[in-house]
């Protein structure tokens, strides 16, 4: 397997914008709880449904919701109800700021 090796220089000039890219929600406490939602939402909240841009109180809501309709088939229902208010709360927070 052959590695890539990115010069240091490179590597010195993209860092900060990566970092100032990500500060917000790099070390925001509810992006270790959103980790669940990536596959299907994306990193940045651009995925299947869009979940970027949306307020915190609309993606808070939506999840309150789902834990009180009967899982059948939808899986966001299922998802919704491993989480407390709390932790809901810091996922929409979270996804809210992407």
Request: charged share 15%; hydrophobic share 45%.
């Amino acid at each position: 397997m052959k590695h890539l090796l990115i010069p240091a220089a490179f590597v010195s000039l993209l860092l900060p914008a990566f970092a100032a890219a990500n500060s917000a929600t790099l070390g925001h406490p509810g992006r270790t709880l959103a980790a669940n939602c990536f596959q299907c939402h994306g990193t940045d909240g651009s995925g299947l449904e869009h979940l970027a841009g949306k307020s915190r109180s609309s993606i808070a809501n939506e999840m309150l919701e789902m834990q009180f309709k009967s899982p059948g088939k939808e899986i966001m229902n299922v998802h919704a109800m491993a989480y407390t208010d709390e932790e809901i709360a810091l996922i929409a927070d979270y996804f809210s700021k992407q």
